[in-house]
Nanobody, 126 residues
Framework: QVQLVESGGGLVQAGGSLRLSCAASGRTFSTLAMGWFRQAPGKERDFVAAISVSGRNTYSADSVKGRFTISRDNAKNTVYLQMNSLKPEDTAIYYC???????????????????WGQGTQVTVSS
C-alpha cells in the first residue's frame, strides 16, 4: 500500500507562487509514476501534471503549461509541483496520485492511478 501526504497549499495573491510537495511511503518510490490533479468546488477532478518514474518525462495540462512545473526527488520519496504566476482560476484542492509503473511513460487519466493523497487547498485571491 502507498501512502501519499501533500503539503504546501495556502492562500496567495494572483501572480504569486507556491510549491506543493507530496511525500510517498509504503512502496519503492522509484517504481511509482506520479501525477497532480485538482478539483474546484462543483467541478470534476482535472489533470494538472504528470511525471515518469525516472523523472525524465513530464507532461502538463495546457491550462498550466509555462506556469507549473512537476519534478521529483527519488532520494527523498517526494514529488513537487512548482506553481508560478498563479491565477484565481487555479483555486482548487490539489491531489497527488501514484501509479505502480515500470515504464518510462507518464499518465494523465484519473483512472490510471491507484493511490491518492488527501489533498491540499490552494486559494488564489484576485
Amino acid at each position: 500500500q502507498v501512502q501519499l501526504v501533500e503539503s504546501g497549499g495556502g492562500l496567495v495573491q494572483a501572480g504569486g507562487s507556491l510549491r506543493l510537495s507530496c511525500a510517498a511511503s509504503g512502496r519503492t518510490f522509484s517504481t511509482l509514476a506520479m501525477g497532480w490533479f485538482r478539483q474546484a468546488p462543483g467541478k470534476e477532478r482535472d489533470f494538472v501534471a504528470a511525471i515518469s518514474v525516472s523523472g525524465r518525462n513530464t507532461y502538463s495540462a495546457d491550462s498550466v503549461k509555462g506556469r507549473f512545473t512537476i519534478s521529483r526527488d527519488n532520494a527523498k520519496n517526494t514529488v513537487y509541483l512548482q506553481m508560478n504566476s498563479l491565477k484565481p482560476e487555479d483555486t482548487a484542492i490539489y491531489y497527488c496520485a501514484a501509479k505502480r509503473d515500470f515504464s518510462s511513460w507518464y499518465w494523465t487519466a484519473k483512472n490510471d492511478y491507484d493511490h491518492w493523497g488527501q489533498g491540499t487547498q490552494v486559494t488564489v485571491s484576485s
